[in-house]
């Protein structure tokens, strides 16, 4: 299980480097190693000692998501729907990726507009700083030359409010 936790933490430390073609193959083996691992850890939805698949199209969504691969949206689509609903902080996480590529796809007011639904739906019971660390992200993602727009300061308005309930 280290190792395919090292493995999907190596793949996002490269794609933040700049260095996806090794980002990719380290989330290949990453994906062979999950293969290996015996039922009762991948089965284990519930213990930190379980290493069930969301976390994999977890790791795979937001490696896709940093770096623009086109496959992307897919990767999402895979990670959300593998993900229990009752897993929301999860699943609001893997929908701020999607909010991120339609930034970088060039939708910026669309993807700051997905973003802040995401936000708003999550709660703040569910708001902890790896959500908003994720929304962070979202806003990063938006040209320089983008960030006076309307939609990028009132987003960032609604993330320094919600921070000040987030853990």
Partial sequence: MATVQALGARSHVLTLAGEVGQAYAAL????RAFDRLPDRITSDLLSAGGWP???LLYCRSLVYTLAGHTDADQA???AISSYPSARVRQRAQVELHRAHTEVQQGHIDDGLGHAREVLARVG???MTRFVLHVAAGV????????RSRPSMIEYRQQIALTAGGGT
């Fill in 139 to 146: 806003a990063d993602a938006v040209p320089v030359a983008e």
């Fill in 28 to 31: 290949h083996e990453q994906a």
């Fill in 124 to 126: 703040a019971a569910n």
């Fill in 53 to 55: 698949v969301f976390r």
């Fill in 76 to 78: 999402q689509r895979e």
